[in-house]
C-alpha cells in the first residue's frame, strides 16, 4: 500500500528528497514515519509526523538536515534530506501507523540512499 522513492547514490552534502505515496485514505487517517535500515544493522527511527501534519519528530542523528512533511491531498509523505553523510547510507522505509504506540502497520518497500564521501 506504501511505495517509496526517490533513493539514489550521491556525494556527502548533497540532498535528495524521498517520497512515499499511499492511497489518499491511508495517507491521511495515520500519522507517518521514516525508518532506515543500514548493512548489518537494526532498522532505527528517522522521522515522523502526525496525520494532521502538525507535530513533527526527528531522530537527533539527522535534526537540522532532514524535514519529513506530508500532504494529505495528494496522499504523499515526504523526507527532505540535506547535508548527506556516509553514515545516512541506508535502505529508506515509510511506514504507516500510529506514533503514541509506537506501532506501525503499513511499511513500503523501501528506496535504497548511498552516499559516498
Known amino acids: 500500500q506504501l511505495q517509496a522513492s526517490g533513493g539514489g547514490s550521491v556525494q556527502a552534502g548533497d540532498s535528495l528528497r524521498l517520497v512515499c505515496t499511499a492511497s489518499?485514505?491511508?495517507?491521511?487517517?495515520?500519522?507517518m514515519a521514516w525508518f532506515r535500515q543500514a548493512p548489518g544493522k537494526e532498522r532505527e527511527f528517522v522521522a515522523a509526523?502526525?496525520?494532521?501534519?502538525?507535530?513533527?519528530y526527528h531522530a537527533h542523528s539527522v535534526r537540522g538536515r532532514f524535514n519529513i512533511s506530508r500532504d494529505n491531498n495528494l496522499g504523499t509523505l515526504s523526507l527532505q534530506m540535506n547535508s548527506l553523510k556516509p553514515e545516512d547510507t541506508a535502505v529508506y522505509f515509510c511506514a504507516a501507523g500510529s506514533i503514541r504506540d509506537d506501532k506501525y502497520d503499513y511499511w513500503g518497500q523501501g528506496t535504497q540512499v548511498t552516499v559516498s564521501s
Open positions: 509526523i502526525t496525520w494532521k501534519g502538525v507535530n513533527r
Open positions: 489518499r485514505g491511508t495517507i491521511s487517517s495515520h500519522d
